[in-house]
Nanobody, 116 residues
């Protein structure tokens, strides 16, 4: 079955940077829009950023615009989230999502903690 495996989370100080990766397998990667979502303790899961299958269009939540960048490498079946200028409120479990035509797959998440 389709697998999405996130990595790159960890503890970082406010103002710092992290790069998340999501490696996908058992799917035709370039045909899926890929997204990053996050869920903070006690809150609902929310969309952070998304990118089209060919990487020609991206979309960001207002709260990360100018700080986060989503990208993908279709040759490596991997999507990335570069996170700069991190804030304590960015602390959450970050999930990778692959979606197309009603198919929807999720990874298990990688934890990002922003704290001094």
């Amino acid at each position: 079955q389709v697998q999405l495996v996130e990595s790159g989370g960890g503890l970082v100080q406010p103002g710092g940077s992290l790069r998340l990766s999501c490696a996908a397998s058992r799917l035709i990667f370039s045909t899926y829009a890929m997204s990053w979502y996050r869920q903070a303790p006690g809150k609902e899961r929310e969309l952070v950023a998304s990118i089209t299958g060919l990487g020609d269009s991206t979309n960001y939540a207002d709260f990360v615009k100018g700080r986060f960048t989503i990208s993908r490498d279709n040759a490596k079946n991997t999507v990335y989230l570069q996170m700069n200028s991190l804030k304590p409120e960015d602390t959450a479990l970050y999930y990778c999502n692959a979606a197309k035509y009603g198919f929807n797959y999720w990874g298990k998440g990688t934890l990002v903690t922003v704290s001094s």
